[in-house]
């Protein structure tokens, strides 16, 4: 198997504030929102990563990029543990991981036309065969943007073509992964198939390897090779996408595929309501973090939390009381 | 460069719908011409002492009159534009870099510097400029390069200020996240993402600051703590005729009077341009 | 059938730019009867929000109204003195927004900022902080007592929605407006907040007026849904003629483009070709024709108008269909 992306029992850990508040309160002084994730991504393979929103998914996508503070675990690309970033260094596996962020026109430097940002990659690097210049155009066509999208400024572009320059530049300098945050957030339906369809068109040309960050399980059903569920900063199931659609084995896996509303009128029987609110990362609960909310909960899941069960390459899941 | 045209462009479709800062324009405008050519357009040389000729009014010969050593006092003001646009100029192009330089530094760099600079501005703004500039003369001696240094030292802060707030306020933002995604070095994003993004904020806060130098040099050099004498000023011009109120008011209105039209030009010139670049904040009519 | 509560007849709205006035609403047409949750539906740039603004008064400075009318309780919205109107908003009609941390002001407690929407009945604290915490139970707030004392920042977004929607309720509105409240939520949060918008509903008998661009949400939770594309009500009607059997070409598009009614997974999704219309330099004919998969020739002469009894769409294939 071609691993690209090794993530081994990754924590990110960030401090709080500390001063009087801390010295008052028992606050504790650091909060760890990603809790201990493993996960492999190989070549060509679209992996997603879903779950609610403050579960960790982005912070994870930013400690794979080397942008969030890495507490424990490690991350390894093409067998390489990869450095956090440095100033004024760049790491040459740098331009081989791209990172998609989710807002389609925040991301885009305001005050530079489209071909400045699309030529940005090239100068950091200084690489490309052609000039920055000639390159950018290349990328505009690549992403099936007429030329003279070049000239315009982040602002006076729709969410779907600030979405493509986003995928252009991502994929400027051919990276191997291409981590993309809530690509189709805010984007009207329509659109939505375009960039999904844009992404899929060029991970076969490329033979790229995409890990999608979403909570749009139905755009899931569809791009996803293998999906991994997360809650309060931990994997609580992960596996084979279409297993795990058809037979979750947790149960927040199972709430969370039951919630999804949809446009069939006649559909929506046997969901599965969670009752309770996420805790909060300040005070994880002790034992399984979803027993709060879990309706199997037993008094096993309050005080020790459970260990891998299953299989990591295939569906593997931690809880002490699986659904069948 | 397309940008540059294009702000241009801007700045004078933002200036036709706004009459006051048009007037703010050409009154710039005009106060920069006359300074700049004031060897070719003064009718005399504004040392020329003329004791026969003393606190005369207007004339035709003398359109502004002359002061108590008989110089003629349009000349004299003249050339004080030059002193007074050379200062500004020098000291605000000067503090505006080193506060862009320090403010980004303290804005993007470890929280370690961001706070020792953040105390340095601080301990250098809580002086009163006055009680700055009396002590740094009483060290040197009065002189233009004294009062310029000074009002370097005190505004760099200022800039400084700004600069780093707009930093720290960009530096969350996804778009310069994507470029050290990218492995963009920290000069690079500074250079070519923070600065585009603050630098006309930072002009229109430049150009609102002229009246305000223009008065600091006017102030020190009326107190004696400025340029040296016979050098014109538009503040030893005023303290000139300070003493002769009495005799002659021309010499205290033809001092006067630039100040007055420094402070309106730039000030509406500064506030167009803000309503241009910022339409936020500005004023509410419609 | 009694009256609706809301009646908007030919509502035409435009807005003044460089290039000539933007048509951003064009005789919109639609009514909420009373005890009703009416979705509409469309995608950005549909006129969603120009048509909340100009329900409640609260338009941009360049818009102008051109003409039409909004019937609130038979009273012309749109001829209401500003005095006339802020005494509905807030009391009659009231608005729970996409993003709740903006509504809310993040300085107050929730307690304070819910005493502060019943400043029209003479109560004490007291019994008004007994309002609140029975209204803030309702929604579905564990603890509602602690909650009063607390700052919307130190809420999740869930929690943050449901206050929303608390504060919204506790003047007993007529109707209720909520422009994408659940987009900003993830699905199961999204789930709950729909479910209890629909007891609530219940309760208190006002009708609903639910803004969102997310199909799967207005089928949840939608008595009848109102399609709007460019600016104009392309289909209306009860949801399940809507999406069981949509009668507008667009409507169909969109309804096919939605990933949830694909059951097989494909890596090709069905896309709506074609770009939004310029809404400065109007094409003649019907709005949605260089989009449209079948067009006649009639399309591209004359605007189609809303037809049909119930549910009713604004195609001229429906006509020649029968």
Known sequence: MNTLLAIRDLHVRYPLKTGLSALAGNRPSFVDVVHGVSLDINRGETVAIVGESGSGKTTLAMAVCGLAPVFRGEVRFDGRQLERERNNRLNPDRKRVALMFQDPVGSLSPRMTVRKILAEPFRIHRTGSSSPEQEARRLLSLVGLSEDFGDRYPHQLSGGQARRVGVARALALEPDLLIADEPTAGLDVSIQGEVLNLMSRLQQQMGLGIMIITHNLNVVRHIADRMAIMYLGRFVEQGDAQKIFSRPRHPYTEALLSANPSTDPDAGSGRIELSGEVPSLLRRPAGCEFNTRCPRAGDRCRVSFPGLAGDFGDQAYHCHFPLD | MSATAGTVYRIFAGLKKDPLGMAGFVLVSLIVFLAVFAAWLAPYDPLEVDVYNRLASPSFAHWLGTDQLGRDILSRVLYGGQVALRVSLLAISISMAVGLVLGMLAGFGPRWLDRVLVVAFDTVRSFPTIMFALAVVALTGPSLNTVIGVIIVTSIPVYARVVRTQTLALRERDFILAERAMGASTFRILRHHVLPNIIAPLFILASMDVPAVVGMEAGLSFLGLGVSPPTPSWGSILNDGYSYLRNSPWPIIAGGLPLIAVTLGFTFFGESLRDIFDPRLRRKDQ | ?322
């Open chain 3, 1 to 322: 059938m009694s009256q609706p509560v809301l009646k908007i007849r030919d509502l035409s709205v435009s807005y003044q730019t460089e290039a000539g006035p933007l048509q951003a609403l064009r005789d919109v047409t639609f009514a909420v009867p009373a005890g009703k949750i009416i979705g509409i539906v469309g995608e950005s740039g549909c006129g969603k929000s120009t048509l909340i603004s100009t329900i409640i008064r609260l338009i941009a400075p360049n818009a102008r109204i051109g003409k039409g009318s909004i019937l609130f309780k038979g009273d012309d919205l749109l001829r209401m003195t500003s005095a006339e109107m802020r005494a509905l908003r807030g009391d009659e009609i009231s608005m729970v927004f996409q993003d709740p941390m903006t509504s809310l002001n993040p300085v107050r407690p929730i307690g304070r900022q819910m005493a502060d929407v019943q400043h029209r009945d003479a109560l004490s604290r007291r019994e008004k902080n007994a309002r609140s915490e029975s209204m803030l139970g309702r929604v579905g707030i564990p603890d509602p007592a602690a909650q009063l004392t607390r700052y919307p920042h130190q809420l999740s977004g869930g929690m943050r929605q449901r206050v929303a929607i608390a504060m919204a309720l506790m003047a007993e509105p007529s109707l209720l407006i909520a422009d994408e409240p659940t987009t900003a939520l993830d699905a199961t949060l999204e789930v709950q907040i729909i479910h209890r918008l629909q007891e609530l509903q219940r309760d208190f008998g006002c009708s609903i007026l639910f803004i969102s661009h997310h199909l799967g949400v207005i089928a949840e939770l939608c008595d009848e849904v109102v399609v709007m594309y460019a600016g104009e009500v392309v289909e209306s009607g009860p949801m399940r003629d809507v999406f069981l059997e949509p009668r507008h070409p667009y409507t169909r598009k969109l309804l096919e483009c939605d990933p949830a009614r694909i059951a097989e997974p494909t890596r090709d999704l069905p896309v709506i070709e074609g770009s939004l219309p310029n809404l400065v330099q109007l094409p003649d004919g019907c709005i949605f024709r260089e989009r449209c998969p079948k067009t006649i020739e009639r399309c591209g002469l004359q605007r189609p108008r809303l037809a049909g009894d119930g549910h009713q769409a604004s195609c001229h294939l429906l006509d020649t269909a029968e």
